[in-house]
């Protein structure tokens, strides 16, 4: 038995050395029991980069000799300001203004909604509390994060507070606009993911549009919760860039540091700026590893190896194999159905032999049956979801459906698997 408490796995499973990585490189993890498989997990969306890229770890290295802790409580340091005018530079400048740094997208998701009710409460409207958020989301397990997130994973049972909360259904303009109707002049904020992670749904045009539209009747804050979609996931540097109304603030995460030191930021508009910096404000927030000289350092780095890999282009390259691969695959299986999603960020959904959807214990036994087979994959709604690194090769995708079909293959009848044979 090990002493470590790990995350999200039940006290039966700790100690597990097939469960134990011990290293990891390129798109590949080493476990203690000694096998290795292909990670089509890109860590937790977040090594978008491939592990062991070397130039941020000689950044992370020289800010380790150099600066050790340098943090941004009452302070600022070098490395933070750098990072900050490194994330405006691909953000947009002409939108967003000034980066709050933090530790993770759940303190994040914390730090918006208190961002939201105090802009509001500096330009004498401090009844504006509620936030809004969508069913099936994801906003992190922080007690504000997890009353945010519109996923039913137990915040009753954990004493959430979800009163100052609303959830909506994603791309239902009409349950939106009734919500408005009724509750617009109390909405501090509407918080969506471009992409809602649970089941990976892209958001309909006509939503974000919608969304735009009643952000300028209304006056809440629209946040894009790119935690996720953020750093090329999608297809572009961020999915929120071609909504026709930019968002108010940018929460991105994940891929920010390729998952090397833990960092978040809410990337601000100079709207939301504005108002904070005429009324001199000091914003309560603060973590004292947020905005350090090694994870800013890191985010610098990272930001240069996108662009000197070209891992946009190259993310679009995986997504357009990821996507033959998939549609080859629902064509041929008969347990794949349909995917979801968009770029390198898919779902892939399954049936049961009989046709019954697979239920949450099913899913977790063919993830371990694609394990065995050589690769890692997340868990979905009655499916699996596949979020490779932006700079797979296509022998590396075409190793992925290969695992994937061999482990859907163990689920069918030996009658139905000798047919397909």
């Not at 790990?6 to 798109?27: E, F, K, M, Q, T």
């Not at 909360?165 to 919500?179: M, Y």
């Not at 214990?361 to 709604?381: F, S």
Request: contains cysteine.
């Amino acid at each position: 038995m090990t002493a470590l408490w790990p995350y999200l796995i039940p006290p039966s499973s700790h100690g597990d050395d097939s469960l134990c990585a011990v290293g990891a490189a390129g798109h590949r993890v080493t476990f203690a029991d000694g096998s290795t498989a292909l990670d089509a997990d890109s860590g937790l969306w977040n090594v978008n980069l491939g592990y062991g890229n070397p130039r941020i770890a000689e950044a992370i290295a020289e800010a380790a000799a150099h600066a050790s802790y340098l943090g941004a409580f009452r302070f600022e340091n070098s490395y933070a300001r750098r990072a900050a005018e490194d994330l405006l530079r691909i953000c947009g400048p002409d939108h967003y203004a000034r980066v709050l740094f933090s530790t993770g997208g759940g303190v994040a998701n914390d730090a918006v909604m208190k961002l939201a009710r105090i802009y509001h409460a500096v330009q004498g409207r401090p009844g504006r509390n509620l936030v809004v958020a969508l069913r099936g989301s994801f906003h992190g397990l922080t007690f504000g994060g997890f009353a945010l997130t519109g996923e039913d994973l137990g915040q009753r049972v954990y004493g959430v507070d979800q009163r100052l909360i609303r959830h909506v259904t994603p791309n239902d303009t009409a349950e939106l606009g009734r919500l408005m109707a009724a509750l617009g002049g109390q909405v501090a904020a509407v918080v969506v993911e471009p992409v809602v992670g649970t089941g990976t749904l892209p958001l309909d045009e006509s939503f974000v549009a919608e969304l735009g539209r009643l952000r300028d009747e209304h006056g809440f804050l629209l946040v894009a919760d790119e935690v996720a979609t953020g750093f090329g996931r999608t297809g572009s540097w961020f999915a929120s860039e071609s909504w026709p109304g930019l968002p108010d603030v940018l929460v991105t995460s994940k891929g920010l540091t390729n998952g090397a030191c833990p960092a978040a930021a809410l990337v601000m508009s100079h709207r939301v700026t504005r108002a904070l910096v005429e009324h001199d404000t000091m914003f309560a927030h603060a973590e004292t590893q947020g905005a350090t000289a090694l994870a800013c350092a890191a985010v610098s780095a990272t930001i240069s190896e996108m662009e000197r890999l070209d891992a946009v282009t190259a993310g679009r390259n995986v997504a357009a194999w990821l996507q033959q691969g998939l549609a080859e695959l629902v064509e041929r299986h008969p347990l794949a159905t349909h995917t979801t999603g968009v770029g390198c960020f898919r779902t892939l959904h399954l049936t049961h032999p009989d046709g019954r959807p697979l239920a949450g214990t099913d899913v977790a036994g063919l993830i371990t049956r694609i394990r065995h087979a050589g690769a890692i994959v997340h868990p979905g709604p009655s499916g699996i979801q596949l979020v490779p690194s932006l700079t797979y090769s296509r022998a590396e995708v075409a190793e992925l459906m290969t695992c994937v079909e061999e482990g859907l293959d163990s689920l069918l009848p030996a009658t139905s698997l000798a047919a397909r044979s």
